[in-house]
T-cell receptor
Framework: GAGVSQSPSNKVTEKGKDVELRCDPISGHTALYWYRQSLGQGLEFLIYFQGNSAPDKSGLPSDRFSAERTGGSVSTLTIQRTQQEDSAVYLC??????????????FGPGTRLTVL | SQKIEQNSEALNIQEGKTATLTCNYTNYSPAYLQWYRQDPGRGPVFLLLIRENEKEKRKERLKVTFDTTLKQSLFHITASQPADSATYLCALRLNSGYSTLTFGKGTMLLVSP
């Protein structure tokens, strides 16, 4: 079946512009996660959704970052007034249900964001 | 502070040998630990999960151990192949109240023919 998909695969933007990144989780997965990964760094947790609710937004680096999920499916991560330090690969993952003992996360290919 | 540590230096081994990767953690009492593989330009792929009450888990050429006293997990690939070359990430789910995974930075494995 289809895996997690993300769009765009690459995004180049100018400093100060807003960007929207999209994630389509695996059908039937109720939990959705956003991470970012900078060159040579590990996965940095940003936010997760269980259904349409975001119980944990603790990883969002600043109020320029926001995310929403509608219909328990597609999610968008929005970065306003982008800065050069926002350049990274943004990864989305989904799982059957957050908190399950076997909570295996399935990752998308990521969106590479470059802020000039 | 809470930490997950994996060797930042790449591990270089010869084809056919056993690769052993280490994941150490502090100040956690994880419910379980997972290992993922990540290839360049791709998202991580789940490999194995081991629970806190399990000492060892195997899957084909992979073996994971989990020592909650030492706060350490070892990840072994036996009869390694060049196709095993990738970055391997460990991830912990903390005990009660946490629904998310916390990832280590990963260790790159390079298997030479």
């Amino acid at each position: 079946g289809a895996g997690v998909s993300q769009s765009p695969s690459n995004k180049v933007t100018e400093k100060g512009k807003d960007v929207e990144l999209r994630c389509d989780p695996i059908s039937g997965h109720t939990a959705l996660y956003w991470y970012r990964q900078s060159l040579g760094q590990g996965l940095e947790f940003l936010i997760y959704f269980q259904g349409n609710s975001a119980p944990d937004k603790s990883g969002l680096p600043s109020d320029r970052f926001s995310a929403e999920r509608t219909g328990g499916s597609v999610s968008t991560l929005t970065i306003q007034r982008t800065q050069q330090e926002d350049s990274a690969v943004y990864l989305c993952a989904s799982s059957l249900e957050a908190g399950l003992s076997t909570d295996t996360q399935y990752f998308g290919p990521g969106t590479r964001l470059t802020v000039l | 502070s809470q930490k997950i540590e994996q060797n930042s230096e790449a591990l270089n081994i010869q084809e056919g040998k056993t690769a052993t990767l280490t994941c150490n953690y502090t100040n956690y009492s994880p419910a379980y630990l997972q290992w993922y593989r990540q290839d360049p330009g791709r998202g991580p792929v789940f490999l194995l999960l081991i629970r806190e009450n399990e000492k060892e888990k195997r899957k084909e050429r992979l073996k994971v151990t989990f020592d909650t006293t030492l706060k350490q997990s070892l990840f072994h690939i036996t009869a390694s192949q060049p196709a095993d070359s990738a970055t391997y990430l460990c991830a912990l789910r903390l005990n009660s109240g946490y629904s998310t995974l916390t990832f280590g930075k990963g260790t790159m494995l390079l298997v030479s023919p």
